[in-house]
């Protein structure tokens, strides 16, 4: 190292060099021609560093955060839209069950809520109608006294099952008024198609009612 010359400090970037002073063997002016060219070339290198540092972009990190924040405003919403469709599968397959239960035991519901008929009928299904085909057959009767023997049978002229109601007895005058009223039953509920079943029942009467009785009408009661 030369002993003529000093220290130097760039301002811009601190960086330190040697600069030795003019001789007699290397003129002054293209000594310092070279050293401006190699603090040119150092300044240059350094730019060259600083523009490859790797750049953060902060706005992609707002925009995630935007991002996240309308997730969690979306993610109520999305919560209701699951409640319902679960409210509506749960719905469904509620009417289903209910839908097969009364199916199978139509005739039950029937019986304790005679208000469903128009539902099942609308549904496109046959209701039994009780004392629906069935006809009186060789009834027949006797007065012991007060009392009246009564024998009979029920006749059912469909195909299929039928329900039998209670039968209603009127006692007439002559004029067909009405003097007593009477109720008889059956043992059996239902009837097979182009089936019989044979009933019999003793009434006790007044002397009066029996004397002034001209006919008897057999029907069966309605559950309408």
């Known amino acids: 190292m030369s002993l003529g010359g000093r220290m130097m400090r760039c301002t811009k970037c601190a960086y330190e060099w040697f600069y030795e002073e003019a001789t007699e063997e290397a003129p002054p002016s293209d000594n310092f021609d070279d ?44 919560q209701k839209t699951g409640g319902i469709f679960l409210g509506v599968f749960v719905g469904l397959i509620a009417f289903i069950i209910l839908f097969i239960g009364g199916l199978m035991f139509k005739a039950s519901v029937l019986e304790h809520f005679p208000a469903s008929k128009p539902l099942y009928v609308a549904m496109g299904f046959k209701i039994m109608v009780p004392g629906e085909g069935l006809v009186f057959d060789g009834i027949e009767t006797e007065w012991d006294g007060t009392k009246l023997k009564i024998e009979g049978r029920v006749l059912n002229l469909l195909g299929e099952d039928s329900l039998i109601p209670d039968i209603a007895l009127r006692f007439q005058s002559e004029s067909e008024e009405s003097l007593d009223e009477g109720v008889l039953s059956v043992k059996q509920e239902k009837l097979k198609g182009e089936d019989a079943v044979s009933f019999q029942h003793e009434i006790q009467v007044t002397p009066d009612i029996k004397a002034q009785t001209s006919s008897l009408k057999f029907s069966f009661i309605s559950l309408e």
């Open 35 to 78: 050293l401006l060219e190699s603090l040119q070339e150092t300044l240059e290198e350094e730019d060259e560093q600083e523009e490859e540092k790797p750049n953060i972009d902060f706005s992609k990190r707002e925009t995630l955060n935007s991002r996240f924040d309308s997730e969690k405003k979306e993610s109520p919403s999305k």
